[in-house]
Structure formats: C-alpha cells, structure tokens
C-alpha cells in the first residue's frame, strides 16, 4: 500500500525527468522527517502533559497548603498552652530591661507606639521560636483588665510577614498580630481567664 504523498511525489519528480536514484533518496529523506515528525509531535504532547501535571499539583498544593498566618497561630497559640505563666528566663517589668539582657536577640524589642508600651505589664520573658527563628515571649497581663497573656516579638521574615494582622479567638484562646516597621508582634491570652 503505497502513500498517496509519496505517489504525488514520485510522479511530480518523475515528470522533471529526475534520475530513479534521486527520486529514491527524496522519498527516503521523506520518511525520515515523516518519523522525525512524529517523535517531535510525541516529545511536544509529553512536554504539555507534564507542564498540565505540574501546574496542577502545583494548584493542589496552593489550595491544601496552611496559609502563613495559621502556621504562626498554631505555634503561639501551643507555646502559650506549654508555658506556666510563673516561669519565665528573664523575670522583668520594662522593655529597656529586657532588651539588655535578650542578647540573643538581634531586633529592637521595644514597641514604637507608646500606646502599645503602656498596654502591659511585664513580668518576665524567655526566648522562643516564632516561624524558624528566634524570639522572645513576653509573660504580661494587660492593664486594663489584668487579662494574663503572651506577646511575642520577632524579626520580620519573609514567612511572617505574608502573615495578615489579625485578631482572632480559637480553643479557647485570643490571639491578635500586628507588624511594627521590621518586628512581628502576636498576642495570646486567654479568652475566660481566671484573675
């Protein structure tokens, strides 16, 4: 069974009185680019399969993913479970104190907005992890109800800073963050707490 291109072919060529040698190795290069074709044409719907595949689980991943923010809620809102509020590293009542003697810390612990400075009292800190890295976590009540919490202060990461500022309540716990020029700031405490 002969192909009707190669007969189109053969008779265009056989009419310009082309040799029977040279109309053979036209026909041959023919097949040959028809096979190239063909591997190209499969190496092309192989590529799209993987890029579609790719995308996809990428897509899957981006949905089923936690976002930053509930990453960092989860780890506060255990550290703040874990700790006894009467043990802390570094027992303090000022910013300026604490800062002084947190030298592992390498960021400004001290709010810049006075209103947030005078909303607690401190009583002591210890250094935790917030994201990957290292912080502190304040043990402090708020003065205007005595509420006992946990604020953490952190450099700003680039993980922690795709983190939205919230205020939000879960099992039982109220959490609030905020950024403040390079530092992360996170509240916990108690929603029903017993003063």
């Not at 053969?10 to 040959?32: D, G, M, N, Y």
């Not at 506060?76 to 700790?83: N, W």
């Not at 400004?108 to 909303?119: F, G, K, N, Q, V």
Request: proline letters at 4%; one cysteine or more; aromatic letters at 8%.
């Amino acid at each position: 069974m002969t192909d009707p291109l190669e007969d189109k072919i053969r008779t265009h060529f056989e009419r310009k009185t082309l040799p029977q040698e040279k109309v053979a190795s036209i026909l041959r290069e023919a097949r040959q680019l028809r096979r190239l074709s063909r591997w190209r044409t499969a190496t092309a719907v192989f590529a799209s399969v993987l890029v579609l595949a790719s995308l996809g689980l990428a897509l899957w991943w981006g949905v089923h993913r936690p976002a930053a923010g509930s990453e960092l809620t989860a780890q506060m809102m255990a550290s703040h479970k874990a700790h006894v509020p009467s043990e802390f590293d570094i027992p303090t009542e000022r910013f300026v104190a604490l800062q002084q003697q947190m030298d592992k810390l390498d960021f400004d612990i001290l709010p810049s907005e006075a209103a947030l400075r005078e909303r607690f009292d401190i009583q002591g800190a210890r250094y935790c992890k917030v994201g990957s890295q290292v912080a502190c976590a304040l043990t402090v009540r708020e003065r205007s109800n005595n509420k006992p919490g946990t604020l953490f202060i952190a450099r700003n990461s680039e993980a922690i800073q795709q983190a939205q500022p919230t205020n939000a309540t879960s099992q039982g716990l109220q959490l609030e963050y905020w950024h403040d020029n390079d530092r992360f700031f996170a509240w916990v405490g108690e929603i029903n707490s017993d003063l």
